[in-house]
């Protein structure tokens, strides 16, 4: 299936920076933003085109480009123009309902652009994409990198570059993305892949897995986050499925078996239960972390912000070893105080969700900036003696 020549719209945006309620722990992000609207990489499985984003046009072919985008950006930004000074945290640059380095980047420059007001503003930054044209912006990306920090990570469904251009007509090759984050790695950033979406009965299998992870591990990967396919009825799914009856058609009944009505588009539980095992054993016998470590974004996040990272990582990584896990809960409860949390240290064992060996891990996060429970889960170094 080829990718489309973009056909573009432009538009004015009224705002680019979106503020999360929340630090994002899958990205360690504070802020996100979409320049685009629609992504001519045209991925079989792009969940943008579902209509709940309400994207224009013929997803693949159509973008829409904010063309004040850097204008509003800078007043976004810009402290002087500001009521309130923005809370440190990374910028996350990838996602959503377009992929930043997209062929319309070449002409417009929206990247690139936002990239020199994030070095201006001196904030961290974090890149996500499937294209190999950030390394135009390589020298910029140290620029931040260099003063504050800028983590480079590619999503990917798989290392095969033939299933690749069947589901990804648009995006790079694999084998090129792994050379451009290696390059990247080679001059001291830290780099992630996203292995998401693992496509059901074709990228899915322990074997295509382990050749995926381990084409990551090759080129020193810092993490790998993992993540199954989800198929929202209309638009989405219905694209999708053309697309897979073109390269398989005796795969629709498996896919309709596992995607029967479920109104997030979410497989059946046992089958995202079964390929996060999967996944999870294959890391960890290579001793490659699946959220993203500490050292990476550590010093640049605020306090409230790493409680909420870590116990939102430990949550997921107990939950991958089948243990039951209340952090959720405790990082509701954390992420509503509004003051500092050394401030209310005393009272936490009274909130919600919060019991005392959890109020004891967060004090050891305020007092230390890590939790040797946490670090012996992500990364398998040994708990110290309590
Ligand atoms: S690169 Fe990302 S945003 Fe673009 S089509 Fe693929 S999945 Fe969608």
Redesign the pocket.
Known sequence: MAAHCPQVTEIEAKSILRKQKKVESWFVSRYGMNLYRG?S???A????RAEKYQVEGEF?RDVAVKKNAIEVLQRELDPQRRRKPLKRGFVFVG?????SY?AIELRYESTRQALELIARYDLPVHMLT?STQIERDFELLRRIHDRSRAIISM?FSSADDAISAHF?P??SRPSHRLKTLAKFKKAGFPIGMYLMPALPFITDSPAKIAETVQSAKDIGIDFIIFGGLTLKAGRQQHHFYAVLRDYDASLIPKYEDIYSSNPWGEARKDYYYSIQNTFAEIASSLQIPVRIPPFIWHDFVDETDRVVIILEHIDYLLKLKKRTSSYGYAVYSISQVQEPLQNVRQQLHNMKGIGPSTARLICEILDTGSSAFYEWLLLGKKPLQK
């Open positions: 992504c990489h045209n991925c499985y792009c969940d943008g693949g996602g959503g309902v377009c992929d997209q499937k999503s990804e648009g995006a």
